[in-house]
T-cell receptor, first 111, second 114 residues
């Protein structure tokens, strides 16, 4: 029972490089989310997908794109990384009881 | 504008005593509230929740109290244990808002002193 799996766990990028953060859940949840956590800022929603085939912007979507590949997978792409995107990124999915289940996070540093 | 506020960035409590973590919210549409616990290098994990139709929910050592008129909730941990040292996030959702995600506070770092 893996729950929510994120890859990679750590990544260092140079400014302007691109990368995709992968997320998969095996709980058959409809809704999936990407949050970022910054010191003193809590968890902020970047994008979410309420169901397969739909995506919507959250609180801080600028500089990111997402793809809901199928019901299990929801990826986050940084097309041209910036130092302001240095953060810890969490993928999550939600049960009917409105409880978010989180992955273990991706620590991203942009130099 | 922050809709969920945790005004204490950190809290230090002696082992065995009660820990009280506070959370205020501004959006009157919120009707479901949750507390998450986060250890370093791990994702947040669900701890306890409360619906707006209740004013108290208890689960073992953890109790959440909701005061709707004051738009305030609190998490009580009794007795506090060393393993409770973590960052605690308060989160809120509006009706049917589960699919829109949760709105989180900035977190309170709880430190349990031996």
């Amino acid at each position: 029972n893996a729950g929510v799996t994120q890859t990679p766990k750590f990544q260092v990028l140079k400014t302007g490089q691109s990368m995709t953060l992968q997320c998969a859940q095996d709980m058959n949840h409809n809704s999936m989310y990407w949050y970022r956590q910054d010191p003193g800022m809590g968890l902020r929603l970047i994008y979410y997908s309420a169901s397969e085939g739909t995506t919507d912007k959250g609180e801080v979507p600028n500089g990111y794109n997402v793809s809901r590949l199928n019901k299990r997978e929801f990826s986050l792409r940084l097309e041209s990384a910036a130092p302001s995107q240095t953060s810890v990124y969490f993928c999550a999915s939600i049960s009917d009881g409105e409880k978010l289940f989180f992955g273990s996070g991706t620590q991203l540093s942009v130099l | 504008d922050q809709q969920v506020k945790q005004n204490s960035p950190s809290l230090s409590v002696q082992e065995g005593r009660i820990s009280i973590l506070n959370c205020d919210y501004t959006n009157s549409m919120f009707d479901y509230f949750l507390w998450y616990k986060k250890y370093p290098a791990e994702g947040p994990t669900f701890l306890i929740s409360i619906s707006s139709i209740k004013d108290k929910n208890e689960d073992g050592r953890f109790t959440v109290f909701l005061n709707k008129s004051a738009k305030h909730l609190s998490l009580h941990i009794v007795p506090s244990q060393p393993g409770d040292s973590a960052v605690y996030f308060c989160a809120a959702s509006d009706s049917g808002g589960g699919a829109d995600g949760l709105t989180f506070g900035k977190g309170t770092h709880l430190i349990i002193q031996p």
